[in-house]
């Protein structure tokens, strides 16, 4: 019965939905989180302000993580695969998502990357998202941990003005902290009064790619996640063998699209994306 | 303007639930929006305005229900106000959003033709509706 404007028409049918608008993605995002904790990888989704260092970070970290843990980096943008190709040229294996006038990474965006990643030989898979403090806070892309890079230079107040970002944040990098001596306006400790007020569980390391500073303590904060993540993979697969399973993680693709598995030469013989 | 993207998958889901009871029209659309959702209401609206053009959801009217940020105690159970740090000054335990975050279709209102009308083979405006998907 028509509820709207009271006419009382018997052929209005009110329908009880109460679903996430977020549903489609939430479902693709489980999707690859299952992709990445099968192959023990810890997937890093790095957002923050366009400028706000996350290449440059990334690129610090590729030279300190050489020969210790194997990186691949998806990187998202507007236009343009200059990160990409930045990363690449750090050394870590990059491919370039270009969003067109899109504002975020969404989690089917990432799954089709994936394709044409050599992922599953990595340890560490970074995720730099579009620069943006806003639209990619929305989108769960499967990641293991969420890592917002805020750059000294915006301001205390940007967790305040932006507490979705934040109160998702895993991490929160305080970046190019070489620069505090030429910024008499920035407190670093309104900065973490700001994070205890918009991030339940706030933690943050004080870093600069250029001096060095910090980037130790990021170091080992990935390198304790990855070793989590290895850990739950080993209990994982002790379960399914105790319990005389096979190796097969048997997981559908329901999202609607063909992995083609059966391609000739197809460089993903694991099968999965 | 992620509010786009947002709008198009409300579409799709109206669309879907449309098509199942065989709905000539969509009359209303309540979504419930959390102020921790990162969502603009404003620009939820205005998007909206754009997307429903020549869909079935032509004429329907978008109510947008405004959900407060509710912060709570996991422990005790006490509140803990918006702005304040977030953590129990009693318990010490990390606060829990209890609502806030949520990007909800919540109910549709829709026109369906008389059941009488019903068993007739062709679904209404089946070719309006895969055309809005597109958008």
Known sequence: MCET??????????????????????????????????????AINLMGSPGSGKTALLEATASRLEGRLRLAALSGDLATDRDARRLGKAGIPSLSITTGSGCHLDADLVHQAL??????????????????????AVYDLGQTASVVAL??????????????????????LLTKV?????????????????????MPEPRMIAMSAASGEGVDEWIQWLEERRAEVAAAGRLAARHEHGHGHGHGHGHEHGDGHRHGHAEAGSARPGGRP | MHETSLVSALMQQVEAAAMELRA?????????????????????????????????CAAARLEIVTAAAAWT??????????????????????????????????????????????????????ERTMEATDV
């Open chain 1, 5 to 42: 404007c009271g006419c009382g028409d018997p052929e209005v049918v009110p329908v009880d939905v109460q679903e996430s608008l977020l549903a489609a993605n939430d479902r693709t995002a489980r999707h690859n989180r299952e992709h990445f904790a099968a192959e023990r990888l810890l």
């Open chain 1, 115 to 136: 394709h044409d990643l050599p992922w599953r030989q990595s340890d560490l898979l970074f995720i730099e998202n579009v620069g943006n403090l806003v639209c990619p």
């Open chain 1, 151 to 172: 750059a000294v230079t915006e301001g205390e107040d940007k967790p305040l003005k932006y507490p979705t970002m934040f109160r998702k944040a895993d991490l929160v």
């Open chain 1, 178 to 198: 070489d620069l505090l001596p030429h910024l008499p306006g920035v407190d670093v400790a309104a900065i973490e009064d700001a994070l205890a007020r918009t």
């Open chain 2, 24 to 56: 000539s029209a969509v009359h209303r659309i309540r979504v419930r929006i959390g102020e921790l959702a990162g969502v603009e209401p404003q620009l939820f609206a205005s998007a909206f305005e754009l997307f429903r053009e020549r869909t079935i």
């Open chain 2, 73 to 126: 105690c996991p422990g005790c159970g006490a509140a803990i106000a918006p702005g304040q740090v977030l953590r129990c000054p009693d318990c010490a335990l990390p606060a829990r959003l209890a609502s806030g975050d949520e990007i909800i279709l919540e109910r549709i209102e829709m026109e369906v033709p008389a059941a009488r009308d019903r068993g007739r083979n062709v679904p209404p405006r089946r």
